[in-house]
């Protein structure tokens, strides 16, 4: 299966064997569909384009995770160390990747 990625938010869906009809966060009225229609993407297309997910410490125990160049609508997934344990504190992103 494939896990499918919006190409303009950038936000992965459930891996089915084919995409999905819509993509959750564009159909929101705060995000848009582009005129050409929805369109997906996938991990190994991003990679072969030369995106990769990187890591870096922001403050003391608190590491952010983004793909760079910038994808979709910015987002990134924050991991705050909190002892021996880490949380997770957005998991919008493609914290799944790693
Ligand atoms: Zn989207």
New binding site residues.
């Given amino acids: 299966m494939t896990i499918w990625t ?1 190409a ?4 992965e869906h459930a891996d089915t064997a084919t995409p999905p009809a819509s ?4 159909s929101d009225d705060r ?1 848009f569909v582009p005129a050409s229609g929805q369109r997906w993407t996938t991990r190994e297309e991003l990679a072969g384009k030369g995106y990769r997910i990187t890591t870096s410490e922001i403050e003391p125990g608190l590491h952010g995770i983004t793909t760079e160049p910038e994808l ?1 609508i910015g987002q990134r997934g924050l991991l705050d160390g909190a002892g021996e344990r880490w949380l997770r504190a957005d998991q919008r992103c493609i914290v799944r990747s790693l």
């Fill in positions: 919006c303009t938010c950038a936000i993509c959750a966060i564009c995000q979709g």
